[in-house]
């Protein structure tokens, strides 16, 4: 009840702090006997740690997870794995000075309210570093999903106002902000180390595919496919919207254009991004979200301290002018989490 | 886990079909000593039944609901509270026609393919009828929410193309699409009539503001506020998407821009939508949803029949043309017992 | 969270008083497909109801269940199933002299303290009424069960000092207290009898056996199968204590007595009660729960007042002087949502 | 859903199994601005651990506990606590030559017809070594019940058919057996240390105590406080029953005997073991449990290995010849988990 698991017949929990000794992840209802490793996991994570690339944070983080768990020679044995992460490139004294004081866009002022004291270093909790876990535990859900038959993949669809034109997916992992199109990517990239350089940052969107789904997931009514997709989402921090399908542009569609007509071979359309009714239609899963510009700036803003006095701030630290190339995955993970889940649920239903 | 409950320590457990003997709802972690009584729940439950107006389905449903259990003496036990709607206006036999067809934009196909077999009359649980027990829900969440000074309001804020211009909530229940600014709705409400003439739907955007919430609810990591508001709206059927504050135009804001500074009186801005970290902020929480025009529709289209043979369907009955006017009040609903839940697990937390 | 609901992946919630309008059940989570009608489960309502032979408790319901939902064409829907209990013999006026008294054995002092408030006619959600819930979803559970090949069985193994000797299954649903001994069944009811005309009341132990059920269930480490029994069984309300195989006994055992070795036919003997680490062994599943006497008695006991003045109090009504022969169904109906829970768990982990 | 998650307000999740790397736990929902440090835990730990005397396993694990996350500044920060112990005295080759066969008593048979494969090291997850996650968490429970004036102790009531004849508090951790009679426990110490050398172990009774519970704690009517204390219990390997107050005896007793009375000074006795209807009462709580005798054993006894070849085995190793002494502190563990979760459920009903 206090948050910090997701999912119900696979299910993971997640722990620790930005700059506290670790973080890491415990997954529980873990399929016995699939075959698993430690290297499978560290791609994933490979593509979410910091200092990738030039428009990603240069904190140092080798991101080696270590698997504690659930895992006996080289199979799956069905109790919890825990995967841990030592944090290394911590530099909590560079928070000293944001001990006192709430930075615009940071959840500073809201832990503060909730709890009534705070870990300040890194913004703890509320840290993007808190993902690690989900995105090890979505390579396990991905792992077990590989034996459906399910793929999934996001991609940058714009940043910063640049907007893809094309759809070429064998692109996204070759540019550095993981962009459907390469040439706007080169765009995206120029705009954020500009905006970097400027000491500001940027947003953007995210599109999500999910390929090879079976026709029948999700449980009407509340825990729907979507709903549960929707939630997986906004408990990213960034993310500040979803839309599935069509979409927002649904809202100016009529119903003779919105609705998927069928015939023999399947949908002729997918308005409705792969699901009806919360329960998915066979048809590739697709959802945009919406990502904030990253609240660390390096421009004074005008703020407050724990006292209330009026002040400016200027957010120093490590930070990702722009997060969407590292959100990727996990956005991804939190798919994998979903359908994996959802896929066990249905098990469950039909036995 | 099979998905008909919602929430954590204030839960409520749906039940029911469209055209079978009844719906309901049971209510658990009410707190106990309230004072409740039907009509305040008959209220809300006439704001969502169908047959209000020229815009809204003619079926006539009294949705008149009855406490069966947890109210003792005009208040509340703290034990669950049953309420019942016995459904009266059922004409199964007018869906005799779509037994064995899949009526696009409904979940004819999806519950078949899920479940093996489905009660086709009237969409069966998947119909919007489901949603008048959260109605019911909704009304005793709204008022253990009233004890604490909280007001949840929502309305259309655009319809079929025609978006609001102005914000005049006292207006909001005068029109029959409960939209916030008149002359909007007055053209809303002709453009309904005419798709509605013409066979057609449509869909639109409706908008919900929580006022009175302090700062501090919603549990990190993944039972956001905004995480878990996102789930309870996706799992709406004909909700599409959603966004919070600036939502979708973050992405193409600067940090700079979308950051919400703060002087001694609060913030300056709220493009977080009250939300920050997943965490209310004390501000007003603001976010949009989109609605996808009606499913049913008069006009000819393809589809299959269970045996996969295609046919052109025209989808009879008594429908919304656009059911923006009437998921208000659900939007509400829903909105409420997010909000009830999350007290009440922040409660637990600081004990 | 507020306790109403039971099972996860087939899971039910309860409402109702005693004295209220109705008591129900909503099921979620019931395999689609599989044939059910009224008649199968009025079989198991009518072994709970009262007035069924001298020694239970003359009040008159007939305990007629209807089906409101998630049953179509005499078939599961995969959608929840509510069943419906009206309460007819109501006489709430006989529990006025209560309504400001603690009835010694009763809940009624701690519902007080708990809620500030209660539902005083005939012991409220207290009341051994509520179980009627339970037997209705407890036979829904045993028709999915039944395809599993498992049959679940409880009857009184003692009464009021009075052990059974042999263990006749067929006699058990032949005499007026569910024991497995003939014989011993008569000087049960005698003593029963007896006991009633004195205004006294006595206790007993209650035996279940679960056959047929794979090796494999339960699920380590707190949701062990021994765990979650032994919760269902200490969630009804006259029990107070569980043991599985040979139990306390197991106490004062070796560990070369208490072991269950195995040949190659299995195991040699059973003092595990069919279930070792929490898993079901696939041997029978075994178990005894003891049953406290009724709390009604009509000897005056000493008591207070809801103001703390010191009284005598006599506990008229219609009651059980032993409730040993009802809360038979009852423990089978729980053993069958235990069993059919963790199959499906079972099922969704092996996925 | 997967069985590693006990509790709802307040939540462990606990990984690992006795040889693999570590052992942990995840503590979700503690009370923020707390006190709480390694030492206050590691004094339950060393309750625990074994080779704290002549009677208990000489494997030497120094149990020595690290926090990982959700403190800091030496107060609790509301986010997730991870306890992490690593396994230093792992002798899995000791473990080779059961790799194929079942070791009576023990979870060998079950878990590898549950899962397909097992990690048959000292018993993997089956071992009581998985209990160590949960000393740690009951301690943060103990730390948080503290301030509620919550004080609670359990004690060897019985070992190997050597009861206690009285019941003295102060001498309970003055012996090797924590029993609350100093002089039964030389007897005990005794037959124990025979046994030892005989290659046997017994099993007993471990009694507990919680004071200072508010009356009103428990969730009618599947969570009562009986309930989830039972779960709680059964969830521990070596128990194979639960009593409380009178117990099995109340089987035995007339409801004129077995009613606890009241007066103007509360209850006049305590049969019900300070719950009714699932509800703390205000008075002691107290129950017991009866604990099997050991599985390992090295007198030969008659099995069969992984092909279904009948064998003799004689279960090597570092064990105790009788838990109940390092299972005193479990049972307090749980019992201050179950405590903690309950007045938290409390909170929010009330909230």
Sequence with gaps: MAGSSFGEAFRISTFGESHGEAVGVIIDGVTPGVELDEPYIQVQMDRRKPGQSSVTSPRKEYDRIRILSGVYEGKTTGTPICILLNNTDMRPEAYSDIQHS?????????????????????????????????????????????????????????????????????????????????????????????????????????????????????EP????????????????????????????????????????????????????????????????????VAVKPTSSISIPQHTINTSGDEQLIVTEGRHDPCICPRIVPVIEAMACLVLEDHYKRHAALLD
Tied chains: 1, 2, 3, 4.
């Excluded at 002729?268 to 991004?273: K, Q, W």
């Design 102 to 218: 709430f930075r615009p866009g940071h959840a500073d002022y809201t832990y503060l309210q909730k709890y009534g004291l705070r870990d300040h270093r890194g913004s703890g909790r509320a840290s993007g570093r808190e993902t690690a876990g989900r995105v090890a535990a979505g390579a396990v859900a991905r792992k077990l999903l590989e034996r459906r038959g399910i793929s999934i993949v996001a991609y940058t669809k714009a940043i910063g106002g640049i907007a893809c034109e094309t759809f070429v997916e064998s692109e996204i992992e070759r540019n550095a902000v993981r962009a459907c199109d390469p040439e706007a990517a080169l765009q995206m990239i120029q705009r954020i180390e500009s905006l970097a350089r400027a000491g500001n940052s940027c947003g953007g969107i995210v599109e999500c595919r999910i390929r090879g789904a079976v026709a029948g997931l999700g």
């Design 221 to 288: 009514v509340f825990d729907k496919l979507d709903a549960d997709l929707a939630k997986s989402m906004l408990s990213i921090g960034a993310i500040k919207g979803i839309e599935f399908g069509a979409g927002f542009a649904a809202a100016d569609m009529l119903g003779s254009e919105h609705n998927d007509e069928m015939n023999a071979d399947g949908f002729l359309s997918n308005h409705a991004g792969g699901i009806i009714g919360g329960i998915s239609t066979g048809n590739e899963i697709i959802f945009r």
